[in-house]
């Protein structure tokens, strides 16, 4: 089990950690978004709730940003014969989610699942709205040796 396993962060209650990489991304709709997320993350879903003892909303809140961001040791896993890369992120400084990539070949693409429906959580934000974010390192979300 990870550190963060039943930790009120992961959960979206305060108080969120501090620190991380600071950006502000766009709210991207379904057709502008590549690949299938909610394919993905169904895959990985369970993995999230047997780690961590939570439950993810299945699909994604997809941000688009001015320039690619840098992952900080980034926790990797194997899932379905794919390499996959997670950073917890906190969204407005009100919303925690965990962002993940497949690959890099989007590097302008932030996709981020949380526990709550975040699009709703954060006001029930339209396509092209503005997201301030932090994405904090991968090593949060390392299980215990």
Do not use: K
């Amino acid at each position: 089990m990870s550190p963060l396993a039943g930790h009120p962060f992961l959960l979206g209650f305060p108080p969120l950690p501090q620190g991380g990489t600071s950006f502000v991304g766009t709210i991207l709709g379904p057709p502008e978004t590549p690949g299938t997320a909610r394919a993905w993350t169904d895959g990985f879903l369970p993995i999230f709730s047997h780690l961590y003892g939570v439950t993810l909303e299945p699909g994604s809140l997809n941000l688009r940003l001015p320039s690619p961001v840098e992952w900080e040791d980034p926790y990797e896993l194997d899932i379905e014969g794919r390499h996959w890369e997670f950073c917890p992120v906190v969204l407005e400084e009100r919303q925690v989610g965990v962002a993940y990539r497949m690959d890099r070949r989007f590097p302008n693409l932030i996709e981020i699942v949380s526990v709550v429906d975040l699009r709703r959580a954060l006001g029930g934000l339209p396509d092209g709205a503005r997201v301030a974010a932090r994405l904090l390192p991968g090593w949060d979300l390392r299980p215990a040796a």
